[in-house]
């Protein structure tokens, strides 16, 4: 049971990785913008910044105004990482370094939880529910099962198919919704960090 | 006159699909990454005024956002065209076109506070500006926004001020000058041929408030700066045309400045205080007319600011000893990258600075930017979505608010009004102007533009 799940696994990664990367191609596509005004400031120290200090809870309202699901994000994200790296050693047939088994587990269970959070909290709140489409519940229910059936895995064998199972969709309806930010988010923050740099705005003087 | 709404009705699929095609010819890759991008985290809500002041769905950012990326998605992607319901994609009919206008006209400034909030970093007023630039072309921009575009284009300023009342009123305010510094020769030139400096006013100024360019004009006559004003068309810094996103027409405006620079021989043009005006000429006038220009462009907040550093005209903070705080426009500041200047000229102009929380390119927007004051179909929401900035200026417990931009000055008279803040409103030329050490008589009693 377990090879062919393994080329299954493997198969949707491979869709996965080619249609991410159509999907950027086309937005590329669209081409860039030639600018003729002089720059006031540095692109690339505008991008360096909106990809660290812009992102803290010091240069941004929104985390200091959210911090619980700011955390669960992180939490979140952490443990769909860790359940992908825990997948590679798995399709690797290499058995996951004993010092990490449980780090992994404890993130992917936490992740799991953060990802249950935002659920929630998605389900709870009036202007995020009017925000959502059917896509943001159905990645959140792929991501979070995904990161808990790692953990669960690892604790249980006998939960493994599941969780190839899941990992298989997860990799299959990732370039569909809104997963697709697993691109997009490093290419519209690299794209804000150069307008601003440019303009002179980033990195902050405040 | 057939009103916006019976226009949209009467909506033919080719003029949608003229639209459509128009959005997609303004979106380059930056755009396109940013529709592709959202994920309905919802935590740029309490960036945007509108939504602080009226928590509702449809003053989310995001949801804004949404309309137009529903859009994207339906007609631009194949999973909107294969699984529309699944991934939130929707067709550009009327009903979208009705939802646009609302979001991108009638919800926003464009003053891109989001952007800094958003989880991804998505540039929302870029995609807002595409949206516009269809709504443009399918004629469907607010008519009272519209006119103030079409009066730049027939008079060459956006208030239909004829060259007549223009240079009467500069004449006058030169008579002014005159009195106030005890200098008969104190002047404000006008179409000075070859002077270094072109500076350029807000038609507001000559309408409403000829005090601020009296200051302006009295900042250069201390510093003996060689400058001019231009009788002609060239003489109005603003463009609507940055709001209704019509780009042939915002090239027509930025023309103005050109040709007047050109007539004129002069090196510099020197933007007045104005963050629309200083953003469409500073930034995007090149981009709308495809060339770099041929003369140098300052913010007349730069030029104030090396005046007082160079020690080419001193001040006396003394002489404004109220509590000041500054606001921050977001085209000068978050989308201008002009923060400091503004800031060095105060702290040496004033006794008591006092910073708004947040400020610089953290600032609330006073809710009349992207066009608003223009259009009256927004009024309320306008101000009702300025109680963020009432409230910031409240909190300082300050005077003066300066403003280095006459339609911000316009939205904080309004609130100032309805939110009885009880604050004088000035620009920084006037606290300068104020502040001045001449060798000419004592200063006026600082009546300000309120
Ligand atoms: S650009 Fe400003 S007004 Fe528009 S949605 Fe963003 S925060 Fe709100
Ligand atoms: S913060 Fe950014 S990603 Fe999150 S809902 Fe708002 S626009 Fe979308």
């Not at chain 2, 926003?108 to 995609?127: A, D, F, K, Q, Y």
């Not at chain 2, 620079?261 to 205080?273: D, P, S």
Request: glycine share 8%; charged share 20%; hydrophobic share 45%.
């Amino acid at each position: 049971m377990g090879q062919p799940l393994h080329l299954a696994v493997l198969a949707a990664a491979a869709w996965a990785v080619g249609a991410l990367a159509v999907t950027w191609l086309r937005a590329r596509g669209f081409g860039r913008r030639v600018l003729l005004a002089p720059a006031a400031g540095d692109r690339s120290a505008g991008v360096c910044y909106a990809f660290t200090r812009a992102m803290l809870p010091q240069a941004k309202e929104s985390v200091r105004m959210h911090l619980p699901s700011y955390a669960a994000g992180m939490v979140f994200h952490l443990g769909t990482f860790a359940a992908f790296g825990v997948l590679a050693f798995v399709l690797a047939g290499v058995d996951l370094p004993a010092a990490v088994v449980w780090p992994a587990r404890i993130a992917t269970l936490a992740g799991a939880l953060g990802g249950l959070a935002l659920l929630a909290k998605r389900a709870l709140t009036p202007h995020l529910r009017g925000l959502s489409s059917p896509d943001d519940f159905v990645a959140n229910l792929l991501t979070t099962s995904f990161a808990a059936l790692a953990g669960a895995a690892s604790l249980r064998p006998q939960l493994q198919t599941a969780w190839l199972v899941v990992a298989t969709m997860l990799l299959l309806y990732l370039p569909i919704g809104k997963i697709r930010h697993c691109i997009f988010f490093f290419s519209s923050r690299a794209y804000l960090g150069a307008f601003f740099g440019y303009r002179g705005t980033f990195p902050s003087a405040s | 006159m057939v009103t916006i709404e019976e226009r949209i009705d009467a909506l033919t699929e080719r003029e949608l699909q003229h639209g459509l095609d128009v959005f997609r010819s303004k979106l380059r890759a930056a755009e396109a990454s940013y529709l592709n991008a959202c994920v309905h985290c919802g935590l740029c809500a309490e960036s945007c005024h509108y939504f602080r002041m009226e928590p509702t769905l449809e003053n989310v950012p995001a949801r804004k956002l949404d309309h137009v990326a529903a859009v994207f998605r339906r007609h631009f992607t194949t999973a909107g065209r294969l699984a529309p319901g699944l991934v939130g994609a929707r067709g550009f009919d009327r009903a979208m076109v009705r939802a646009w206008l609302d979001a991108v006209f009638g919800r926003c400034s464009l003053c891109g506070r989001c952007s800094l909030n958003c989880t991804i970093g998505i540039g929302l007023p870029r995609v807002f500006r595409a949206a516009r630039a269809a709504l443009a072309a399918m004629d469907l921009v607010p008519d009272d926004l519209q006119a103030t575009v079409d009066n730049s284009l027939r008079h060459g300023n956006n208030m239909a001020i004829t060259r007549e009342d223009w240079v009467d009123t500069v004449q006058w305010l030169e008579e002014e000058l005159q009195m106030e510094t005890g200098d008969p020769e104190a002047r404000l030139p006008l179409d000075r041929h070859g002077a270094k400096m072109l500076f350029t006013v807000n038609p507001r100024e000559p309408k409403f408030f000829p005090l601020s360019l009296q200051a302006s004009a009295k900042v250069f006559w201390a510093a003996r700066e060689d400058w001019t004003l231009a009788s002609d068309p060239g003489w109005d810094l603003t463009n609507y045309g940055l709001f209704n996103c019509n780009d042939e027409q915002a090239g027509q405006i930025t023309q103005n400045l050109v040709d007047a620079m050109a007539r004129l021989g002069c090196t510099t043009l020197v933007i007045g205080e104005c963050g629309h005006g200083f953003g469409a000429a500073r930034w995007e006038g090149p981009e709308w007319l495809q060339r770099t220009y041929p003369f140098e462009l300052r913010s007349m907040l730069d030029v104030m600011d090396e005046y007082l550093e160079s020690g080419r005209i001193t001040v006396d903070p003394a002489r404004n000893a109220k509590t000041v705080t500054l606001h921050d426009p977001c085209n000068l500041v978050r989308h201008g990258g002009v923060s400091e200047p503004q800031r060095r000229v105060l702290r040496r102009s004033v006794s008591r600075f006092v910073e708004m929380t947040p400020s610089r390119e953290h600032n609330f927007c006073c809710g009349g930017g992207g066009g608003q004051l223009a259009m009256a179909a927004y009024k309320d929401r306008r101000i009702r979505s300025g109680g963020m900035k009432a409230q910031q200026i409240k909190d300082t417990g300050a005077e003066i608010v300066v403003a280095p931009c006459h339609n911000c000055i316009d939205q904080l008279m309004e609130l100032n009004k309805e939110y009885r803040l009880g604050v004088q409103i000035k620009t920084v030329a006037e606290m300068v102007a104020e502040a001045l050490v001449t060798d000419g008589p004592p200063p006026t009693d600082g009546k300000g533009t309120t």
